[in-house]
């Protein structure tokens, strides 16, 4: 072992009429490791919360929107097929949606409709996206269509499975007075959970061909519901898409969908990730006060040292290493602690959210080893950068100061 490392490590444990500065070295370590601990807990609910929000808006929107600029598509079979046969493609759907209102014997809300094939319901909504129902007509002399709301906009019409609702649209009869909307009775088969309780309350979902027939739009529908084995390939593929199909189709994917939101969630947790780092910078001040301490009452050492050929990068190092190594056991113990929290935050509910107000009744959380290794290495460089000083004053002791002294 060099003898640098042989007496900074000495100095770590120092004797019993030094024990104040025995403390402050384990004040310092406990001050890395809560910062660690607090930084990495927070980083690991913004992911997660990250990593949620990703899934359920995938569990209900497309990976790429195609539609076609100023009228419906009128030859999406075709269309459907030619992006089939591209790489990274796991299904296409085809939809037509319109805004409608859906009227009970409890009341009446507007809503958006969404017609897909009753065989696409399992591609079209997938994740945490939870269906209790399939679109099948029921039975009858004359078959009700069917329809599954969203819980939310259940709830608010006071409907439940089984029970019917008239759906009306603006696209009905003309009359010399005015004009008579159109009113269709369909039954409830079930509802949809998406988690996104915006989402639940404003969405239902039908059968392609009952929405044909309601929108008077015959064999056309409004676009294409692409969805891909790889979510994170989807830039390529949209271009892709964009280049062999040209105008007047265009398509869309979930990032641009939604680029406001992720880009929200990611400078909030570049700010967090700031905030909660100052945790650390203060640790840092108590790595370098500790090491000032030290330095101050092992005068007479370095001198003695510097007296026998010790160089100044020796004693440099002396210092370096003692601060290394209280930041080293601060930030294993800050990782430590904060994997277990996050463990515990994930697998108990400790904290209740309201779904009305956010997009989940728990904090998610979510440990990625890239946020792990960022957090550790920064932790690291501020105690590295805090031991500088310390160290830079001890090695340009005078000895001869030193002996006097």
């Known amino acids: 072992m060099r003898f640098e490392f042989f007496i900074g490590r000495r100095y770590l444990r120092t004797r019993t009429r030094q024990a104040f500065i025995s403390l402050v070295n ?9 910062g660690v601990m607090t930084l990495m807990v927070v980083i690991a609910v913004m992911t997660g919360t990250e990593y949620d929000i990703t899934q359920r808006i995938l569990g209900v929107q497309p990976h790429i929107l195609l539609l076609r600029h100023g009228s419906p598509m009128t030859d999406y079979r075709s269309e459907a097929q030619r992006i089939r046969s591209m790489d990274g493609i796991a299904s296409v759907t085809p939809f037509a949606y319109s805004q ?10 507007g809503a958006m409709i969404k017609g897909i094939p009753p065989e696409s319901l399992g591609d079209v909504m997938t994740g945490p996206t939870r269906v209790t129902a399939a679109l099948s007509p029921q039975g009858g002399p004359v078959p009700i269509p069917a329809i599954i709301p969203g819980k939310a906009l259940a709830e608010e019409l006071g409907i439940k499975t089984g029970d019917t609702v008239d759906l009306i649209t603006a696209g009905g009869v003309a009359s010399l007075v005015s004009h008579v909307p159109s009113m269709r009775r369909f039954q409830v088969t079930g509802v949809f959970d998406s988690g ?29 519901d692409i969805r891909l084995r790889d979510i994170f390939n989807s830039g390529p593929i949209t271009e892709a898409i964009n280049t ?29 990730f700031i905030i909660f780092s100052l945790i650390v910078l203060v640790a840092g001040f108590c790595i370098a006060s500790a090491l000032i301490m030290t330095v101050t009452e092992k005068t007479r050492d370095i001198a003695i040292l510097k007296a026998m050929g010790a160089t100044r990068r020796s004693i440099g190092l002396i210092f370096v290493f003692k601060g290394l190594v209280i930041g080293l056991i601060g930030i294993a113990i800050g990782l430590s602690s904060g994997t277990i929290i996050c463990t515990l935050l994930r697998h108990y ?3 209740e959210l309201p779904e009305d107000i956010y997009y989940f009744s728990t904090l998610p959380v979510r440990i990625e080893p890239m946020d792990v290794t960022v957090i550790g290495v920064s932790a690291l460089a501020v105690c590295l950068a805090a031991t500088l000083y310390p160290a830079l004053r001890a090695s340009r002791l005078n000895p001869v100061d030193g002996i006097r002294q």
């Open 26 to 34: 384990a004040l310092s370590v406990a001050a890395v490791a809560l």
């Open 100 to 109: 409608i209102m859906l009227r009970t014997a409890k009341g009446i809300s």
């Open 196 to 224: 996104f309780h915006d989402y639940d309350k404003a969405f239902a979902y039908i059968t392609l061909q009952d929405a044909q027939s309601i929108l008077k739009i015959g064999d056309s529908a409004t676009g294409l």
């Open 349 to 351: 509910r400790f904290i």
């Open 244 to 272: 062999q199909l040209a105008f007047p189709y265009w398509a869309r994917d979930w990032r641009r969908s939604n680029h406001n939101l992720f880009a929200s969630l990611k400078l909030q947790k570049a700010v967090m």
